[in-house]
Antibody, heavy 121, light 110 residues
Framework: QVQLVESGGGVVQPGGSLRLSCAAS????????MHWIRQAPGKGLEWVAI????????YFADSVRGRFTISRDNSESTLFLQMNSLRPEDTAVYYC??????????????WGQGTTVTVSS | QSALTQPASVSGSPGQSITISCTGT?????????VSWFQQHPGKVPKLMIF???HRPSGVSIRFSGSKSGNTASLTISGLQAEDEADYYC??????????FGGGTKLTVL
């Protein structure tokens, strides 16, 4: 079945870096745009970034642009989020998400379980 | 990239209908038919309820419907049930090729 599994979360000091991974299975990863979405504790959802299916196009939320990088390895069906210059306000559960054949390419109906990032000294 | 505007909370009694609004601008909600709605229960992963303004994924109850007028999209839930109590979020594609969520709406079933 279609599955996304995030990993790489943890506790990091302000100014530090972390790399999140999202392993995909059950669908042709190389054909799907992929998103990162986060949710701070007790807060709403925030869209973070998107990478096109081939990796040529990447877009970011204003809040992370210049600090975060999104990439993918289609040969390994894995999505990445490199987070640098981390701030306490980056503390959140980070989800990777994409779409399935049952929806459209302009939505996200497949989500991982999330990985928790805590930025604290 | 300002968040879309949703009411912080709405409530209704079982069997009633409620509508949650999601207001943006001509650069997001009003400019594209790419608005989705998610339901999130506490501690759970968001679930897609509506995509492309008014399309319902397979398995989602027909009690959920979506629409759009100008810069405002709406999610309507008819025949409210206790299990509908959750947080609801809208999201829209934008003219910058980015995406923006609404602030979320807490639905209480009285």
């Amino acid at each position: 079945q279609v599955q996304l599994v995030e990993s790489g979360g943890g506790v990091v000091q302000p100014g530090g870096s972390l790399r999140l991974s999202c392993a995909a299975s059950g669908f042709t990863f190389s054909k799907n745009d992929m998103h990162w979405i986060r949710q701070a504790p007790g807060k709403g959802l925030e869209w973070v970034a998107i990478i096109s299916y081939g990796g040529a196009n990447r877009y970011f939320a204003d809040s992370v642009r210049g600090r975060f990088t999104i990439s993918r390895d289609n040969s390994e069906s894995t999505l990445f989020l490199q987070m640098n210059s981390l701030r306490p306000e980056d503390t959140a559960v980070y989800y990777c998400a994409t779409y399935s054949s049952g929806s459209s390419s302009f939505t996200m109906d497949v989500w991982g379980q999330g990985t928790t990032v805590t930025v604290s000294s | 990239q300002s968040a879309l505007t949703q009411p912080a909370s709405v409530s209704g009694s079982p069997g009633q209908s409620i509508t949650i609004s999601c207001t943006g601008t001509g650069s997001d909600v009003g400019g594209f038919n790419f608005v989705s709605w998610f339901q999130q229960h506490p501690g759970k992963v968001p679930k897609l309820m509506i995509f492309d303004v008014s399309h319902r994924p397979s398995g989602v109850s027909i009690r959920f419907s979506g629409s759009k007028s100008g810069n405002t999209a709406s999610l309507t839930i008819s025949g409210l049930q206790a299990e509908d109590e959750a947080d609801y979020y809208c999201i829209s594609f934008t003219s910058s090729a980015t995406w923006v969520f609404g602030g979320g709406t807490k639905l209480t079933v009285l």
